[in-house]
């Protein structure tokens, strides 16, 4: 027969594990409850974050198509105002008949380019657009793309500055690069007011990369739209208060031709000093001078 005090003490011992066991399941209970609350939130905040992205991409096509409107409504309308001109007096003299045909001429290819633009862009990011590569001096990439501006530079007038370039070759595919090139400088001397200076400049990086930088004393950008200017439908200015002419796509698009070919386009500026933007191409794509003849 067990005794009294033995019973007591089995008692007590039985009552301080059930209270321990207790605790025990509270306190486990109370940390999966604290964390499904942490796990709840950083979802809450995951799902938020990319609500407002959502929300600024849809506002970025939005403004986008803006553009969109304003840019192909002014080549259209000059196109069929002064194509209605010239019907209207086709049966007298001609007149001014050749200076509305150099209108309509001009509108049409603007209209092209922006058409152009924005197919070009569709077939990069679909994976559609392929490289015909070549072997091409990058001197003669930059002088090249440098005569399609040139004459709009003269007209401002801005500064070209064309120095020696980084001595290589290049296995690219030259088309495309050209219009990388072309892009960048159409845009420095869009945003460069008369009197200003654009600086083309090449060089090899520690790494063997090449680094070509094209510099200009333009207006510059803000840096909080550094990363929106080079995002397809990123622009600065809306179609009310830009005043610039352009569907703002050709930062994205060269960015994007750059990328093809394994580089990267990066770009610095400076409000009221201007903007410099840096092509990177990888080393393999590099070859040297020497090559083309020994081929």
Not at 32 to 37: C, D, I
Not at 39 to 49: F, H, K, Y
Not at 77 to 96: L, T, V
Not at 256 to 269: F, I, N, R, T
Request: charged share 25%; aromatic share 4%; hydrophobic share 40%.
């Amino acid at each position: 027969m067990i005794d009294a005090p033995r019973r007591k003490r089995g008692s007590l011992l039985d009552s301080y594990c059930l209270q321990l066991g207790a605790l025990a399941e509270r306190r486990h209970t109370e940390l999966a409850l604290r964390a499904a609350k942490q796990q709840a939130e950083t979802a809450a905040l995951l799902a938020n974050e990319a609500m407002l992205q959502a929300q600024e991409a849809e506002r970025a096509k939005t403004k986008f198509l803006a553009n969109m409107t304003h840019e192909l409504r002014t080549p259209l309308n000059a196109i069929i105002g002064f194509s209605e001109i010239i019907q209207a007096a086709q049966h007298q003299p001609k007149g001014d008949h050749p200076e509305y045909a150099s209108y309509i001429y001009d509108a049409g290819i603007h209209l092209l380019g922006i058409v152009n633009g924005v197919l070009d862009l569709a077939r990069i990011e679909a994976g559609k657009l392929d490289l015909d590569e070549q072997l091409v001096p990058l001197d003669d990439l930059i002088r090249s793309s440098l005569k399609t501006v040139a004459p709009a530079a003269e007209k401002k007038p801005i500064d070209i500055v064309f120095g020696p370039q980084a001595a290589t070759l290049l296995v690219v595919d030259a088309i495309k690069l050209k219009q990388v090139f072309v892009n960048l400088l159409s845009n420095a001397v869009k945003f460069t007011p008369a009197g200003g200076r654009i600086d083309i400049r090449s060089s090899f990086a520690g790494s063997g990369e090449l680094l070509v930088k094209i510099g200009d004393t333009g207006l510059g950008i803000p840096g909080e739209y550094l990363d929106r200017v080079l995002e397809p439908f990123g622009q600065v200015e809306d179609h009310l208060t830009r005043q610039s002419e352009g569907a703002g796509l050709g930062l994205p698009i060269a960015r994007a031709l750059v990328g093809l070919h394994g580089g990267d386009l990066v770009l610095e500026s400076e409000v009221g000093t201007g903007t410099t933007v840096t092509v990177h191409l990888p080393r393999e794509r590099l070859r040297p001078l020497n090559e083309r003849l020994a081929g």
